[in-house]
């Protein structure tokens, strides 16, 4: 598969609502689209998730030009790729920057699929034609805030909340939730926010029925997540914590959670989240794929991901609307009844929308092989 040129596309795209999670508050976006061009003129796309600050993981947009620019298109260029799986060998030398590694691959996992004329969801290996998708909501100024949000994505179909949580905005406001809507698959996400100091406080969650917590305590510790899951009925998600199939093998045997939570940037690529749906697959943990506030690009490589079959939970790929008045892919990601229907055309289903590529990019840089 020749790569004869790397296109690094910086945008700035403003969310419709700020998003806020335990960690703060974000609402202008900043990130790179890749694209992959061979020779015969085919263009591969890919989405760094990385945010502008180090508050998820230590990436940053800043670092992930760094690391693209100076070392991983280097790699790139001196070798021969015939398939993207190959890509994740390469990169690993590089030691981290999963984020940026998985923008490239992405890319060129997009152009392998298209020079073969089938979906990357065939590509990955996925056959579902549909996925059954939920939504996750910022904290909000207050409970009635909440409980009306609830309600419009409700409305929607869709087919999960997740809500995230905090100390002192937590167990009061679930079982508000859960007095509303005693069915309604609900799921906390904490981000990290408490310690096992709060062991006891965390175990009243348990009377409330959550799919999962996702990661309550520290963003990269699976030791003390296996202590609380210990004595607490609620599955626990990891999200944060898990970088790699070892992270996952190693929180699996620690008996850390129940259930992970995949982000095909966190984990460094669709080759290494393929593998670690497999792992788990083969030790009965389900899956689900996360997200980080992507545009079409990035929702569109989720979407090829969650049609592997562990995949058996809602994840958070809510359609184009939720998060962009205008995206950059058309058609746009759409959500009927909490369902989103897979994409049949070749690679990543969507096309770019080159006008609004255009106009919320603000820098781009070539690489010519
Ligand atoms: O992209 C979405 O719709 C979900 C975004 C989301 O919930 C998150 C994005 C980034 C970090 C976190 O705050 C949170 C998560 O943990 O999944
Ligand atoms: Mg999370």
Redesign the pocket.
Known sequence: MPIKQIKLRKLQMRLKDP?T?S?GTMQDKEFYITEAIDGEGNSGFGESVAFISPW?SEETVKTNLHIMEDFLIKILKENEISHPDQISELFQPIKGHNMAKSALEGAIWDLYAKRQNITLAEALGGEKKEIDVG??I?IQPSIEDLLQTIKGFVQEGYKRM?I?IKPGWDVDVLREVRANYPDLPIMA?A?SAYTLDDIEHLQKLDDLNLTMI??PLGHDDIVDHAKLQAVMKTPICL??SIHSLEDTRKAIQLGSCKII?I?IGRVGGLTEAKKIHDYCKDHDIAVWC?????AGVGRAHNIALTTLDQFILPG???GSS??WVKDIIKPEVVVHKGVITVPDKPGIGYDIDESALEEFTVDEKVFNF
Request: proline content about 0%.
């Open positions: 998003f999670t960690f998820y939504i996750s910022g997740k995230k996400d981000n996702e990661q999200d944060e939570n982000k996360g997200g980080m506030l992507e958070d790929t809510a939720r998060y």
